[in-house]
């Protein structure tokens, strides 16, 4: 695996030195990439019945995958804006201790819909090069879900969509390689970070919960 994206990346770079395909005006793409998305400070609780005393360990974030349909404009080969909308779950993995000694392993899974706002920047010619993208973010959450196993209790699921804010407000960075091999068709190879700036903690809004990501995205766009 680690071969085939060097090798990606080493054809783009080659190619976006020696190309001069012109990437002006509309397009729509699509992507796909792995992100490790995760909450800060799951502690304290997400059950009412909880204290601040609960102990929460081994907490893991999410790996998910996040589909993104996009599209923009092109006012010249280096200046973009970027928009679109894609779906990834955000959430955590971690052992809870409640009730005295009772221990559970919970999933806590908070489904969103992520739309960005990018301006993109890439240093080349012929819309080919290394870019850079920034801009806010929306994540509009769709549900949240509790998944507890214990051999007390066994199996159960609780859903805590009412503990969440219903709307997320962040900043997102990219950064990675485009490349224009004609007129019409781009690929892109890189890196976006979706880091969340609001509490969206409802539960126990003193304790501030944000969400962030930061994963590898791969995507192919046609420009009209």
Not at 6 to 34: E, K, M, R, T, W
Not at 86 to 109: P, W
Not at 160 to 166: A, E, L, Q, R
Not at 173 to 189: M, V
Request: glycine content about 12%; aromatic content about 14%; some cysteine.
């Amino acid at each position: 695996m680690k071969k085939v994206i060097c090798g990606f990346i080493l054809s783009i770079v080659i190619c976006a030195l020696s190309n001069d395909a012109q990437a002006y005006g509309p397009f729509v793409g699509f992507s796909v990439g792995i992100n490790n998305v995760s909450l800060s400070k799951v502690d304290p609780l997400w059950i009412k019945g909880g204290t601040v005393n609960d102990k929460i360990s081994s907490s893991v974030s999410k790996y998910t995958f996040i589909p993104f349909l996009y599209g923009g404009y092109s006012f010249s080969n280096k200046w973009s804006v970027v928009t679109g909308f894609g779906n990834y779950s955000a959430g955590q993995h971690y052992t809870d201790s409640l009730i005295g000694q009772r221990v559970e392993d919970v999933n806590l899974t908070i489904k969103n819909v992520y739309i960005p706002l990018l301006l993109r920047y890439t240093a080349g010619h012929g819309g080919s090069g290394f870019y850079f993208e920034a801009g806010p973010h929306a994540n509009l959450m769709q549900s949240a879900t509790m998944s507890n196993s214990s051999d007390l209790l066994g199996n159960y699921k609780t859903d805590v969509t009412s503990y969440f804010s219903k709307r997320d407000i962040g900043f997102s960075l990219g950064l990675g390689i485009h490349f224009q091999p004609s007129d019409h068709l781009g690929l892109q190879f890189g890196f976006r970070g979706i880091y969340g700036r609001q509490n969206i903690n409802l539960l126990t809004p003193a304790t501030k919960v944000t969400t962030s990501a930061l994963g590898l995205q791969i995507g192919a766009e046609y420009r009209f």
